[in-house]
């Protein structure tokens, strides 16, 4: 088969609930963009597809298989395409890079997830103690979890080693230590969604939908290298 081509049939696919109706609870939007599905042709999953909602605002990243499964069935249409062609047993199509939903999905904003990365971000790689800007960055509870501290991002900070070792189990107080600033939860940006997908520059085709995210994702993609 020649380079370029990925031949699958259409009975592999399967299709994305959201095939099946327009859906307007935020929870449903949810389990649509995260429900499992199976692997296509390696040609075809190396490349991953852009998600518009109907009002073109930028919802998600989906595999081919699913962004495919939405085409075939109507729920979507291609607004962009890499320079791919896929037969399926009826026909031959160009892989789609960017689609657009039929339906409007209504979701509520996202928030961001609780993570040793998203500190890391958060604190912009810097100790909340001595203010030192380090990749080697530890977790530091506030109050500590012996003394009844949360796991949350209101008692978690950034701390170097020698910070985080000199305070140790104790309280602030105690510790005679200082924060820069309090603790908060970051709001997750326009893309964080995608963001948290991606692990490669994007194609270029999808930058006229999602404004400034190439600027964004770089300083997204060097905080994942440095987990």
């Avoid at 605002?57 to 499964?69: D, K, S, T």
């Amino acid at each position: 088969m020649a380079a370029g081509v990925a031949m699958i049939t259409e009975c592999e696919f399967v299709p994305w609930a959201c095939m099946h109706a327009p859906c307007e609870s935020g929870l449903e939007a949810h389990r649509l963009m995260n429900q499992p599905t199976e692997p296509l042709q390696p040609i075809a999953t190396r490349q991953m597809v852009l998600v518009l909602n109907q009002n073109y605002e930028p919802l998600n990243v989906c595999n081919m298989r699913r962004a495919i499964g939405l085409i075939i069935h109507d729920k979507a249409e291609v607004l962009d395409v890499y320079q791919v062609r896929i037969i399926t047993a009826s026909s031959t199509i160009e892989a789609p890079s960017v689609i657009r939903l039929s339906h409007l999905i209504r979701r509520p904003h996202p928030r961001v997830k609780l993570t040793r990365r998203e500190i890391f971000i958060r604190d912009n790689y810097t100790c909340q103690y001595c203010g030192s800007r380090t990749a080697d960055l530890t977790i530091d509870h506030i109050i500590p979890r012996s003394r009844g501290g949360v796991h949350s991002w209101e008692n978690l900070v950034s701390a170097c080693r020698s910070c985080n070792h000199r305070k140790g189990g104790k309280l602030l107080t105690d510790s005679k230590m200082r924060l820069s600033r309090l603790p908060f939860e970051p709001k997750a940006g326009r893309y964080y969604t995608i963001q948290r997908r991606m692990s490669a520059v994007v194609s270029d085709s999808w930058l006229r939908f999602i404004p400034d995210f190439e600027s964004i994702a770089i300083g997204h993609l060097h905080s994942r290298a440095s987990d």
